[in-house]
């Protein structure tokens, strides 16, 4: 259903030369960032594996990457980093920065109702741009449609289509977050920053988003 759904009103442009990146998408490429390190080093050490450690008890193997996300994966990893992928959504599609937080979610939920699939570098800028994509259309008034997502995102609007469906299944549709798990998310990511040492990203003229400010925008 969603993926048919065009813009209800066309967002104001953001002005590039005043624009700055909330400080909730730094936190989030940084979390994504090490989670990707780590798997991405993991698929390394289970294709070394000579036996295959993912069978699945009939001879056949899944590969280390799993199944689950297999219509996420690319070729191979796209040059852009993570952060840089975030602030060129963040910058196009003018979506408020708690959809960058749902879309978090729906990627940490998707981690947890499969575990048999890694998020990874081949996968996570897919998972990124359609995660964003869905969040924003659950939560902003006005948001682009799919063809204009699709050409922010680097892929065919047919592509970006196929991922959305392929979302909202693996998610059961369940789409709808909760005021309360949304704070809780958020709080995480800010333990996250503090856990991690000083702010991210000051140097790169990070905005002073509270979590506070990104909770009432949902509340």
Same mark, same amino acid.
């Given at each position: 259903?969603?993926?048919?759904?065009?813009? #209800? !009103?066309?967002?104001?442009?953001?002005?590039?030369? +005043? /624009? +700055?990146?909330?400080?909730?998408? +730094?936190?989030?490429?940084?979390?994504?960032?090490?989670?990707?390190?780590?798997?991405?080093?993991?698929?390394?050490? &289970?294709?070394?594996?000579?036996?295959?450690?993912?069978?699945?008890? @009939?001879?056949?193997?899944?590969?280390? &990457?799993?199944?689950?996300?297999?219509?996420?994966?690319?070729? !191979?990893?796209? @040059? #852009?980093? =993570?952060?840089?992928?975030?602030?060129? #959504?963040?910058? *196009?599609? @003018? %979506?408020?920065?708690? %959809?960058?937080?749902?879309?978090?979610? *729906?990627?940490?939920? $998707?981690?947890?109702?499969?575990?048999?699939?890694? #998020?990874?570098?081949?996968?996570?800028?897919? $998972? $990124?741009? +359609?995660?964003? /994509?869905?969040?924003?259309?659950?939560?902003?008034?006005?948001? *682009?449609?799919?063809?204009?997502?699709?050409?922010?995102?680097?892929?065919?609007?047919?592509?970006?289509?196929?991922?959305? =469906?392929?979302?909202?299944?693996?998610?059961?549709?369940?789409?709808?977050?909760?005021? !309360?798990?949304?704070?809780?998310?958020?709080?995480?990511?800010?333990?996250? /920053? $503090? =856990?991690?040492?000083?702010?991210?990203?000051?140097?790169?003229?990070?905005?002073?988003?509270?979590?506070?400010? =990104?909770?009432?925008?949902?509340?």
């Amino acid at each position: 259903m969603l993926a048919t759904v065009d813009r #209800i !009103r066309q967002p104001e442009p953001i002005v590039a030369e +005043t /624009m +700055t990146t909330p400080r909730v998408l +730094t936190i989030i490429s940084s979390v994504l960032e090490k989670l990707v390190a780590r798997n991405d080093r993991l698929v390394e050490v &289970l294709s070394e594996q000579p036996d295959g450690s993912n069978s699945n008890g @009939n001879g056949s193997t899944s590969g280390p &990457l799993g199944k689950s996300l297999h219509a996420f994966h690319g070729v !191979r990893a796209p @040059n #852009i980093s =993570i952060p840089n992928y975030l602030e060129r #959504i963040y910058k *196009y599609t @003018n %979506c408020s920065p708690s %959809c960058f937080v749902l879309g978090y979610v *729906y990627i940490d939920r $998707l981690a947890h109702k499969h575990p048999d699939s890694l #998020i990874v570098s081949l996968n996570v800028h897919r $998972l $990124l741009v +359609t995660s964003v /994509m869905v969040a924003s259309k659950v939560l902003d008034d006005a948001h *682009y449609n799919n063809a204009f997502y699709a050409r922010v995102g680097g892929m065919s609007k047919a592509e970006l289509n196929r991922l959305e =469906i392929e979302l909202l299944f693996l998610l059961d549709f369940g789409v709808a977050v909760s005021s !309360r798990v949304f704070e809780t998310y958020c709080f995480q990511l800010e333990q996250e /920053m $503090l =856990i991690n040492g000083a702010e991210v990203g000051r140097a790169r003229g990070v905005s002073p988003v509270a979590v506070d400010e =990104i909770v009432a925008d949902i509340g």
